[in-house]
């Protein structure tokens, strides 16, 4: 599904990929990790090229997006995006930010889409608030809408950029529960995060980086019961303890 | 006389004047450079210049329309000569450059003829001879022209009485180089510097000053200053020997069947000004005045006129600005969209850079007398404080659009809208937000800054001031008037700006 080759990017000298090689397969949940710095959030920018990757080849569903003839905007239509900071329109209400892209794409009518929308918010518990705004809603709500509006185009990966990161921690729990309940549905994930629970109970796959590179993968047995490499102890010791 | 149906005439004119400003504006990009557009009748048209601000030669009549002894004198010889006279009221010392630009056909202005002159301009035969007069306190102990020397003297910019009064020209009585000139763009200008007590004196011919202290006898005289002579005569353009031979002709049938004399004495010797009142009440002497300075003189339709007219200026500015400042903006932003500078972004810093760096009353100048030949003042002003308005606007809009934070594009894009939708649906709906409160205190600055058009003879609210000191010979009351009016308009404007802001924060609470 996801295959990742020879991936290079740096920012101005400073070199942040230094050759990614990947194959997530359809319906799995990879869950990367690793210290501050390694990478993984850049790997993950890469996937749907918000962030421009300087060498090496990204292939999703058989289409290469580094090709020049790749239209990357309906590309990014079948790779949602999760962000740390949530990023939801203030200007527009829950439901406008849920309905805007399905029906300025045209991919539906209106009434579809506010159908559609409705039932996402739903599952992600904020039906009640289709008609607030943003600055209205607590961040965990904030989060779970995001990931609705996300899933309003009914992408085939979902990408998860340390989604859980800027909320009150009494908040993580509501949002990672609606990040299992769709990894349970079958939704293909990746998932850069420092909840090692979620990790150890959701991953199909963990994979550690540090330092631009992938430094040991595997199921979160394996890597978390008995990491192989030493950088992989280190980090796991002090995230764990 | 077929006096209402003319006034009528004139009403129509006024009240189309803005409807046909905006025309103009439309036409203006089809046009080139120095337009000729003028209509083509059987009659000639000549396109005269003055500076109605001396009387009683040429003034604002209380029509508002251009007035006095000089222009009923060259409509009389339009009229004999198959012309079609349509009147310029511009600054006196613009007069002769006009001319020699084409700007103008002629000039009547109560101009001197000199030698200076006469190397720029053809001169026509002398139509009237006058003298400088001195206008003095009338407890002053000055009695000719060689008393003036290391006084302080006031004047009218570029006249015959500027020339006798300052030090550096030839042939001068007065020599003293601590003489210290006050040059002034109007006659009534400097006989209220002298009232105020600013100089010791004001240099000016015969008639305006007769007209000038005969408002103000309670205070000032004038002394007859005989040593020079002087001939008001019609300024054209060098070797247009036509037009001089027609206006000579014109002048000399003219003199011969009566009209010269009529004229003389409607103008010059039926001069009269309004007398002060002699009531001691203050209440009633109040009243008087206001009605006097406001009432008598049509000066506060002048005011409503003006208004309109700084309003129409402003708003139409303010418009071209946000238009022009858009593009700017965007023009910069390519910069961030690359990466690195580009030619667009380089020619938006340069333009800003430059309308920043020069004064608005310069590119009013710049676009009226250069590029539009003095013609087209209302949309030489618009066009002027567009331009100067874009620039500013445009970082306003810039400023608006970076102030979006990065996520929303992010967002935005990870949904699948290219850059173009991005901004359209989900970043400029929010930079809007920070640019309109910026932009309604542009408009409001720019309001203040339109009072200067006055120089390029546009008659605005500031310049309708300028027509009732001119007619009153009152400074306080009419300055006041305008302040208070300009006050109320930006109050208003600034309550009403803070409404709309509130109600665009509204459910937006961060």
Same mark, same amino acid.
Request: proline letters at 2%.
């Given at each position: 599904m996801i295959y990742i080759n020879n991936l290079h990017k740096h920012f101005g000298d400073l070199e942040v990929l230094k050759g990614i090689d990947a194959h997530i397969t359809p319906g799995e949940c990879v869950v990367v990790i690793g210290p501050s710095g390694s990478g993984k959030s850049t790997l993950l920018r890469c996937l749907n090229r918000l962030e421009e990757p300087n060498e090496g080849s990204i292939v999703i569903d058989g289409i290469d997006l580094m090709e020049k003839n790749t239209d990357i905007n309906l590309m990014r239509r079948d790779v949602g995006m999760v962000f740390q900071q949530f990023n939801l329109f203030p200007h527009l209400t829950i439901l406008e930010n849920i309905t805007l892209a399905p029906i300025k794409h045209k991919i539906m009518s209106k009434d579809e889409a506010q159908k559609i929308a409705m039932d996402l918010l739903t599952r992600v518990g904020v039906a009640d608030k289709a008609d607030n705004y943003p600055a209205q809603l607590s961040g965990g709500q904030k989060q779970r809408v995001a990931i609705a509006r996300s899933l309003a185009l009914n992408p085939h990966v979902m990408l998860f950029d340390e989604p859980t990161s800027a909320l009150d921690p009494e908040m993580v729990g509501e949002v990672l529960d609606v990040m299992k309940k769709l990894a349970e549905g079958g939704m293909t994930m990746v998932v850069v995060t420092h909840e090692m629970g979620f990790a150890k109970e959701v991953a199909d796959r963990v994979i550690f980086m540090d330092d631009g590179m992938i430094v040991e993968e595997g199921t979160p047995e394996e890597v978390f019961t008995s990491p192989k490499n030493e950088r992989t102890q280190n980090f796991l010791r002090k995230v764990l303890n | 006389m077929k006096r209402k149906e003319k006034e009528k005439r004139i009403n129509m004119k006024k009240r189309f004047r803005l409807v046909l400003s905006l025309l103009v504006l439309c036409l203006l990009f089809s046009l080139t450079g120095c337009g000729k557009s003028e209509s083509t009748t059987t009659n000639k048209t000549l396109l005269v210049g003055t500076n109605a601000e001396f009387p009683p030669f040429e003034y604002i009549n209380n029509d508002g329309v251009e007035d006095g002894f000089d222009i009923a004198l060259i409509k009389a010889i339009g009229?004999?000569?198959?012309?079609?006279?349509?009147?310029?009221?511009?600054?006196?010392?613009?007069?002769?450059?006009?001319?020699?630009?084409?700007?103008?056909?002629?000039?009547?202005?109560?101009?001197?003829?000199?030698?200076?002159?006469?190397?720029?301009?053809?001169?026509?035969?002398?139509?009237?001879?006058?003298?400088?007069?001195?206008?003095?306190?009338?407890?002053?102990?000055?009695?000719?022209?060689?008393?003036?020397?290391?006084?302080?003297?006031?004047?009218?910019?570029?006249?015959?009485?500027?020339?006798? *009064?300052?030090?550096?020209?030839?042939?001068?009585?007065?020599?003293?180089?601590?003489?210290?000139?006050?040059?002034?763009?109007?006659?009534?200008?400097?006989?209220?510097?002298?009232?105020?007590?600013?100089?010791?004196?004001?240099?000016?011919?015969?008639?305006? *000053?007769?007209?000038?202290?005969?408002?103000?006898?309670?205070?000032?005289?004038?002394?007859?200053?005989?040593?020079?002579?002087?001939?008001?005569?019609?300024?054209?353009?060098?070797?247009?020997?036509?037009?001089?031979?027609?206006?000579?002709?014109?002048?000399?049938?003219?003199?011969?069947?009566?009209?010269?004399?009529?004229?003389?004495?409607?103008?010059?010797?039926?001069?009269?000004?309004?007398?002060?009142?002699?009531?001691?009440?203050?209440?009633?002497?109040?009243?008087?005045?206001?009605?006097?300075?406001?009432?008598?003189?049509?000066?506060?339709?002048?005011?409503?006129?003006?208004?309109?007219?700084?309003?129409?200026?402003?708003?139409? *500015?303010?418009?071209?600005?946000?238009?022009?400042?858009?593009?700017?903006?965007?023009?910069?932003?390519?910069?961030?969209?690359?990466?690195?500078?580009?030619?667009?972004?380089?020619?938006?810093?340069?333009?800003?850079?430059?309308?920043?760096?020069?004064?608005?009353?310069?590119?009013?100048?710049?676009?009226?007398?250069?590029?539009?030949?003095?013609?087209?003042?209302?949309?030489?002003?618009?066009?002027?404080?567009?331009?100067?308005?874009?620039?500013?606007?445009?970082?306003?809009?810039?400023?608006?659009?970076?102030?979006?934070?990065?996520?929303?594009?992010?967002?935005?894009?990870?949904?699948?809208?290219?850059?173009?939708?991005?901004?359209?649906?989900?970043?400029?709906?929010?930079?809007?937000?920070?640019?309109?409160?910026?932009?309604?205190?542009?408009?409001?600055?720019?309001?203040?800054?339109?009072?200067?058009?006055?120089?390029?003879?546009?008659?605005?609210?500031?310049?309708?001031?300028?027509?009732?000191?001119?007619?009153?010979?009152?400074?306080?009351?009419?300055?006041?008037?305008?302040?208070?009016?300009?006050?109320?308009?930006?109050?208003?404007?600034?309550?009403?700006?803070?409404?709309?802001?509130?109600?665009?924060?509204?459910?937006?609470?961060?």
């Open positions: - | 009229k004999e000569m198959g012309y079609d006279v349509t009147i310029k009221n511009m600054e006196f010392k613009s007069l002769i450059a006009s001319i020699t630009t084409g700007g103008l056909d002629a000039s009547i202005a109560g101009m001197t003829i000199t030698e200076d002159r006469k190397q720029s301009v053809d001169f026509s035969d002398a139509y009237y001879t006058a003298t400088q007069y001195i206008i003095v306190p009338i407890d002053s102990s000055i009695t000719n022209l060689a008393d003036l020397n290391g006084k302080d003297i006031a004047v009218q910019e570029g006249t015959t009485g500027d020339f006798l *009064a300052t030090p550096a020209d030839d042939n001068d009585v007065i020599t003293d180089s601590t003489t210290n000139v006050k040059r002034f763009k109007k006659g009534t200008d400097a006989v209220l510097e002298l009232k105020n007590g600013g100089v010791d004196a004001v240099v000016i011919d015969a008639n305006p *000053a007769q007209a000038f202290v005969k408002a103000n006898k309670e205070s000032l005289k004038y002394i007859v200053e005989d040593t020079s002579t002087e001939e008001y005569a019609i300024a054209v353009k060098q070797g247009n020997t036509a037009l001089l031979a027609d206006l000579n002709e014109g002048l000399a049938r003219v003199k011969a069947n009566g009209t010269f004399d009529q004229l003389v004495a409607t103008y010059i010797n039926g001069t009269s000004t309004t007398d002060a009142t002699t009531s001691t009440n203050p209440f009633v002497k109040f009243v008087d005045k206001l009605d006097r300075v406001f009432v008598q003189t049509n000066g506060y339709i002048r005011l409503l006129n003006g208004l309109g007219i700084t309003i129409s200026i402003s708003l139409l *500015a303010v418009l071209l600005g946000v238009v022009l400042g858009f593009v700017l903006a965007l023009m910069k932003l390519s910069e961030i969209i690359v990466g690195k500078k580009t030619i667009l972004s380089r020619i938006a810093n340069i333009y800003i850079d430059i309308i920043r760096g020069t004064p608005s009353m310069v590119q009013l100048l710049i676009m009226y007398m250069v590029v539009f030949h003095n013609r087209f003042g209302f949309v030489a002003a618009v066009l002027t404080f567009g331009l100067n308005s874009s620039a500013y606007v445009a970082e306003i809009i810039r400023a608006g659009i970076l102030a979006v934070d990065n996520g929303q594009m992010e967002g935005g894009r990870s949904l699948g809208f290219s850059y173009n939708e991005t901004m359209r649906y989900i970043v400029m709906p929010q930079a809007i937000k920070n640019i309109l409160p910026a932009l309604g205190n542009e408009f409001i600055t720019l309001i203040k800054e339109t009072a200067i058009v006055g120089y390029i003879a546009i008659q605005d609210l500031t310049k309708a001031s300028d027509f009732i000191i001119s007619r009153t010979y009152e400074a306080f009351y009419p300055l006041i008037a305008i302040a208070i009016i300009y006050y109320i308009l930006i109050k208003i404007l600034t309550k009403l700006l803070n409404l709309f802001e509130r109600r665009l924060r509204k459910g937006d609470i961060h």
